[in-house]
């Protein structure tokens, strides 16, 4: 009988492995090459945008009002759009009809008075206008509603103290939920790129909504007992990252209207 000739067995499969591990560190040196040359600007976008990608954003602004017209809606939240967005909240609404209604009729008549104070009639729901200088929203949610307002327009860079030209829009917004009566959590929100300052962006987040809750308390007598303060950084992210308008957008103060008072610390 024939013997059958012995398989060839190759020894060197290793150097294909190899050849890509080579291929990669070359790619990683030219993109750290190009961002030395580009500056520190360009590394700041580019570390956003890998912690992106690291990281699934958790939005929570519902799909119809993120992708509406430009003219709903009370500010740049709506003006800019996130790159990822969650289905609606309404599914999750409270099931009594008695309680949704109660809840829009609140937001809806804490809206008018919002955007009319801070505003002006003039300026009220103006098509023309795309909403930039509009830095307060206001949000549906699950357990009630939430007022989303701009940390660059009541904060300087870095700062946890709110700034004084905003004092004045803060004062609207404090009598406006006083007269409501409703427990409220204020929550601190930064984007994801590493703070520069003395603080961290967990302690940037927290001392921010204290501060706005001692306010409320110091300015305008708000019962302690209906507050509450919590500092979320960069994990509640309502926009992309990655670029300079969804970081500016993720850096913000939330004011949680509660009607489900036994959960009032829950982001959502």
Not at 6 to 15: M, S
Not at 94 to 103: F, G, L, M
Not at 119 to 141: C, H, L
Not at 239 to 244: D, F
Request: proline content about 6%; charged content about 30%.
């Amino acid at each position: 009988m024939k013997q059958k000739c012995p398989e060839f067995e190759n020894h060197e499969r290793w150097l294909v492995s190899y050849a890509d591990m080579v291929t990669l560190l070359f790619a990683v040196f030219v993109v750290l090459f190009a961002l030395k040359k580009e500056g520190a600007k360009q590394e700041v976008k580019v570390a956003a945008s890998i912690q992106e990608s690291f990281n699934t954003p958790l939005p929570d602004i519902p799909v119809d009002r993120r992708t509406g017209p430009k003219e709903q809606g009370m500010g740049i939240f709506e003006h800019f759009k996130g790159q990822s967005v969650r289905p609606p909240l309404i599914e999750k609404y409270p099931a009594s009809p008695v309680k949704v209604k109660t809840i829009d009729k609140e937001m809806n008549r804490l809206k008018l008075k919002l955007e009319e104070r801070l505003y002006g009639k003039e300026k009220f729901r103006d098509k023309n206008r795309a909403g930039q200088d509009r830095v307060i929203d206001i949000q549906r949610t699950a357990k009630g509603f939430k007022l989303q307002m701009l940390a660059r327009h009541f904060f300087e860079p870095g700062a946890v103290e709110v700034n004084r030209d905003a004092l004045p829009e803060l004062d609207q917004v404090a009598e406006i939920l006083k007269e409501l009566g409703r427990p409220i959590n204020i929550q601190g929100h930064t984007d994801s790129v590493p703070a520069q300052g003395d603080y961290s962006n967990w302690e940037i987040s927290a001392l921010r909504a204290t501060n706005v809750l001692k306010y409320f308390v110091r300015r305008h007598n708000f019962p302690t007992t209906m507050l509450s303060a919590s500092g979320y950084a960069d994990t509640h992210p309502i926009a992309s990252n990655g670029t300079e308008s969804g970081r500016m957008l993720n850096r913000r103060i939330e004011i949680h209207v509660d009607y489900d008072h036994e959960t009032a610390s829950d982001p959502q």
